[in-house]
């Protein structure tokens, strides 16, 4: 049964194609990778299907009592309650219901015998109902889902105005899967999951009997989760049978079959041209020019599709530092307490470390402590006094200025053409490098900022879940960047097979956290 149907979408934004005639139909238990490089239009897909956002032409319909949960990318919290009082909104009704029948057990203390009968029989049916919902185990149940996703490591009882960026995400894809709506809609949820969480979410939606559309650049993630994919690419979504690996195949037959129908073709025309171009002139064979004309103009002409700009990255070295960048004696990291116990680390030249670790211990903290962004608890940090530091950080808000403008308030001394040619090296055409950051997706914006990053002189790179966004050719050049820089590198990421056969070192804050894990 198909849950939901999108029937000849068109949309656009200005001059620029999102969408062109797309159908899609979503049926019962479907598990669905929406797939697509980097601005090609998914998150925008997602807006569209979840009335956030009218096509310019199209329409799509859901079947009736459907219920659907959507995270995306600018999901927000109100802060004033803790993470358990967002968590147990997701069972508002359940809760509601309660209270009713605590109003009715009142009402039985003044009531005539008539109006008891009923008052027991409408209770016995609420309680029947929330212990068939699992009502009076809601808080284990919480519990079981805040652990598996990171939760329980901040503390339940926190205000949520209090949180990161990458901790509200949390808070928000455990309350919709608590919530276990019918269609679940999900814009990169591992973003700000570790490797556990990651593990533990996988499980959860390989067994989910609902139906999910999932958007995500992690591939290994994406492949072991879905059974279909829709594809975007020029404004056309295709859909494919089976995993991100049968996608990937079935796309690479596809594109070879119409490589070779577009030569066959176009050997075809050169040989119609050659033969009008020698015969339309000659009285004898004049007719048969003009048959072949015909055919020509008939012919329905085969096109490939355009060529993505494939980013390439390189990071500029400045003057190498002394033998030992950084070295740290007795840091304690923390903000109100501490999160470790005293680190005595040594970082050395030409190093490449990966900092891993359980979210919320400290792995953004431990960065920006080390660059002296963020004071230590106790402790002292001491760096090289020739370090030229190259940071990404892993939040960041986008303006409304364009990513040319956002280059050159940093290198003023630039020409358009310098700026230009930088963006387009990291993958950006004319038409993102003259939008504004916030109409941009999260990949586009990464590429913005690594091109900021590629200008500077650097010789120590500090890297704060870098991929979280980008697609899988962005990832592999910067993979081949940073595997090629000569200088000293700190990466925290989420995915070993991002970083694990280009680093030298693991750090792992789990060893060192004084938090229970």
């Given at each position: 049964m198909s849950i939901l149907n999108v029937e000849n979408v068109t949309h656009g934004f200005g001059a620029r194609r999102i969408l062109e005639d797309a159908s899609f139909r979503l049926l019962k238990g479907e598990h669905v990778g929406l797939v697509g490089a980097n601005g090609e239009g998914k998150s925008t897909f997602l807006n569209i299907i979840t009335g956030k956002l009218m096509p310019d032409e199209g329409k799509v319909s859901w079947c009736n009592h459907i219920t659907t949960g959507y995270l995306d990318q600018s999901s927000t919290l109100t802060k004033g309650k803790t993470i358990r009082d967002v968590l147990?909104?997701?069972f508002a009704h359940m809760y509601q219901m309660e209270q009713e029948m605590l109003g009715m057990y009142e009402k039985m203390s003044d009531c005539t015998d008539e109006e008891m009968a009923q008052l027991m029989e409408d209770?016995?049916?609420?309680?029947?109902?929330?212990?068939?919902s699992g009502f009076y185990v809601l808080d284990s149940r919480i519990e079981e889902y805040s652990n598996g996703l990171g939760l329980g490591e901040i503390g339940l009882d926190r205000d949520v105005g209090e949180l990161s960026g990458g901790q509200r995400t949390k808070v928000l894809l455990t309350k919709l899967l608590l919530e276990n709506p019918m269609i679940l809609i999900l814009d990169e949820p591992t973003n700000f999951l570790d490797e556990n969480h990651i593990t533990w979410l996988k499980n959860f939606l390989q067994n989910y009997e609902n139906a999910f559309i999932l958007v995500s650049h992690d591939i290994p993630f994406l492949n072991s989760v879905v059974n279909v994919v829709y594809h975007i690419e020029d404004a056309i979504l295709t859909r494919y049978k089976g995993n991100y690996?049968?996608?990937?195949?079935?796309?690479?037959?596809?594109?070879?079959?119409?490589?070779?129908?577009?030569?066959k073709q176009q050997k075809e025309i050169a040989h119609l041209e050659d033969f009008i171009a020698r015969n339309k002139a000659r009285v004898a064979t004049t007719n048969m020019a003009k048959s072949r004309q015909k055919k020509l103009d008939k012919m329905e002409i085969i096109e490939l599709g355009r060529e993505k700009p494939k980013p390439i990255f390189a990071f500029t070295p400045a003057r190498s530092t002394g033998r030992v960048v950084i070295e740290t004696k007795d840091l304690v990291l923390g903000y109100d307490e501490p999160l470790t116990a005293p680190l005595n680390l040594l970082l050395e030249k030409g190093q490449k470390v990966a900092?891993?670790?359980?979210?919320?211990?400290?792995?953004?903290?431990?960065?920006?402590?080390?660059?002296?962004?963020?004071?230590?608890?106790?402790?002292?940090?001491?760096?090289?006094?020739?370090?030229e530091t190259g940071y990404f950080e892993q939040e960041h808000a986008a303006g409304s200025h364009t990513a040319l403008d956002e280059i050159w308030r940093?290198?003023?001394?630039?020409?358009?053409?310098?700026?230009?040619?930088?963006l387009a090296k990291c993958g950006l055409t004319t038409e993102h490098i003259e939008s504004q950051l916030k109409v941009l997706s999260g990949g586009e914006n990464a590429k913005v900022r690594l091109c900021k990053l590629m200008l500077q002189s650097i010789n120590l790179l500090v890297l704060d879940e870098p991929t979280n966004h980008l697609d899988t050719d962005a990832k592999e050049a910067l993979k081949s960047a940073v595997a090629d820089f000569k200088g000293t590198?700190?990466?925290?990421?989420?995915?070993?097979?991002?970083?694990?056969?280009?680093?030298?070192?693991?750090?792992?804050?789990?060893?060192?956290?004084?938090?229970?894990?």
């Open positions: 147990r909104e997701a209770v016995g049916e609420i309680q029947d109902m929330l212990e068939h690996d049968d996608f990937t195949a079935m796309y690479e037959l596809k594109k070879r079959q119409l490589e070779q129908a577009y030569e900092i891993k670790g359980v979210n919320g211990l400290g792995k953004s903290t431990l960065l920006k402590t080390l660059l002296g962004i963020q004071p230590p608890i106790s402790g002292t940090v001491e760096l090289d006094p020739y370090v940093e290198y003023p001394g630039m020409t358009n053409a310098q700026v230009r040619g930088a590198v700190l990466l925290v990421s989420h995915e070993p097979e991002f970083y694990s056969d280009i680093v030298s070192d693991v750090w792992n804050l789990d060893e060192w956290t004084t938090k229970i894990v």
